[in-house]
């Protein structure tokens, strides 16, 4: 019997299908991360005995002799990226505390952040996704520090994702922290899914955007933000 998964996609239809058929097909169910609602009532270090204990298991099934001295704390070291590292984002803990300031300058035009570096893991094959992000936004009477832009980049970054629904959340969390519509979000990534296993396509790259208020509604301000990211 094929193992079975159930899924919930963003219509609210239930998806029952088997691993198999789904296979490498793209498939998003949520444009919040699927959390159980006991997520986090376990502490990180209960955590990562857990992972360590689990990891182990797959190391050796995998058929890897633990005693060798280069192998032998890959468990901890795995359990360890996974809670303090890569997948830090999950912990609403881990939340950049993010201050506005009030627009003193009175300035009125877009600002972009450009070319903010992330790495990611996409939750199918837990490999990694890394590339580049754009970010911009028109001031509604506030403003934030530019490195706390890189820093919800990175919170969203580090979980298991996929790349439209990282895109969103960076997107609809600068619009609640900032009170504006006025905001566009620009994805450049590389999947390693795509290209160290299945198709090995080494060169091709994804493109996702979100675009809100005048970014969403007047293309003269989405290109003109275009213009921003293209240039060197």
Known sequence: MKQKEI?????????????????DEHIGTSHETPLREDAFEMDDELKMELIEKHFKEIMHVLGLDLTDDSLSG??????KMFIQEVFSG?????????????NKYKYSEMLVEKDITFFSHCEHHFVPIYGK???????????????KINRIVQYFAKRPQVQER?????GNELKEILGTE????????????VSSRGVKDISSKTVTSFY????DKEETTRKEFMQYVSMK
């Open 7 to 23: 899924m919930l996609n963003t219509t609210g239809i239930n998806l029952d299908r088997s691993i198999d058929e789904i296979g």
């Open 182 to 193: 006025d905001v566009a979000v620009v994805i450049d990534a590389h999947h390693m899914c």
């Open 212 to 215: 809100s208020g005048k970014f």
């Open 74 to 79: 890959t468990p901890r070291r795995v359990a």
């Open 133 to 147: 992000a754009h970010v911009a936004y028109i001031s509604n009477g506030h403003v934030i520090g530019l490195s």
């Open 90 to 102: 999950l912990d609403p803990k881990n939340k950049p505390d993010v201050k506005l300031f009030e």
């Open 166 to 170: 990282l895109t969103m959340q960076i």
